[in-house]
């Protein structure tokens, strides 16, 4: 297809086309006379790209998505975007406080907060990749909204941040990491925080949690034990992960640091603690609630 004909197929305009062509997202054949040929594939990517276009996505985020085969940008991107919505909500609050008589004072302090967010979220992100970057980043945010107001929390937010800098990359065989991506494929940021809110309420209120899931605690235990578990690549996984957290610093660094920096994990660990107690005591050999 010539371009005007691409434009009625993608409801696109001829500028939007050649933008997204000079930006190196479609490449369409070059005929001798000059002109620009849009075979099929080049209409359906300018398709996606209109729609990445509308959600708010800029060019090289697109371009990163487009050059990702296995999803992980796509799904990197979403958490991002989400905890950007998070922190546009936390402003507008705060506009609201100003407009009827907030200091100044108090409300840059919450602005500090929303930084330093952001500034530990994109790291964790970048330290811990694919679904369990996403994991780990969505369940530490909701601890990293409060200001830091003493020296304690100023030196914990600078262990933190300097641990993740210098943290070494966790990697995963290729077959593994092909399972993890393909395993986690359908699990979105709605999924993730849901089950970061069935641990909140499991710890909240362990008696019942046990209660009511004594079928299915049972069953894992039983399966743990079997060779299907320790052959499978979730065990592999799991394996790589506890070495990686036990050399890397992250339970010597960056969790002792957590709990300084922010009263609210702090309380959230002591609570993790009582859960865990309880667990152990009904079922002995069930490994441990990780913060």
Not at 51 to 58: A, E
């Amino acid at each position: 297809m010539l371009i005007n004909e691409v434009s009625k197929a993608t409801n696109l305009t001829k500028k939007a086309i050649e933008y997204y062509t000079n930006q190196g997202l479609v490449f369409p054949e070059i005929l001798e006379n000059g002109y620009k040929y849009f075979g099929d594939n080049d209409v359906e990517l300018l398709k996606k790209i209109s729609v990445f276009r509308k959600i708010g996505l800029g060019t090289d985020d697109i371009k990163a998505i487009l050059a990702d085969e296995k999803g992980n940008v796509l799904q990197k991107i979403s958490v991002q975007k989400e905890l950007r919505v998070q922190r546009e909500k936390t402003k507008q609050a705060i506009l609201d406080q100003l407009s009827i008589g907030k200091s100044f004072a108090e409300i840059e302090a919450v602005l500090n907060a929303i930084e330093q967010n952001q500034t530990v979220t994109d790291k964790l992100l970048e330290t811990f990749p694919g679904y369990y970057g996403r994991f780990i980043c969505l369940h530490f945010a909701r601890f990293l909204n409060e200001p830091i107001s003493t020296p304690q929390q100023q030196a914990a937010y600078k262990e933190i941040t300097e641990f993740l800098d210098e943290a070494p990359a966790l990697t995963f065989p290729k077959e593994l990491q092909d399972f993890l991506v393909e395993s986690t494929r359908h699990i979105s940021t709605e999924n993730i925080r849901e089950m970061n809110e069935q641990t909140k309420r499991s710890i909240e209120d362990p008696e019942q949690f046990l209660s009511e899931n004594k079928e299915m605690l049972t069953w894992y235990l039983e399966y743990k034990k079997s060779d299907e578990y320790k052959n499978s690549p979730a065990f592999k996984i799991q394996e790589i992960l506890k070495e990686f957290n036990n050399t890397s610093g992250y339970y010597d660094v960056f969790i002792p640091e957590m709990k300084k920096l922010s009263d609210s994990y702090a309380n959230y660990c002591q609570q993790l603690e009582i859960a865990n107690e309880k667990l152990l005591s009904e079922y002995p050999a069930i490994t441990k609630l990780n913060n």
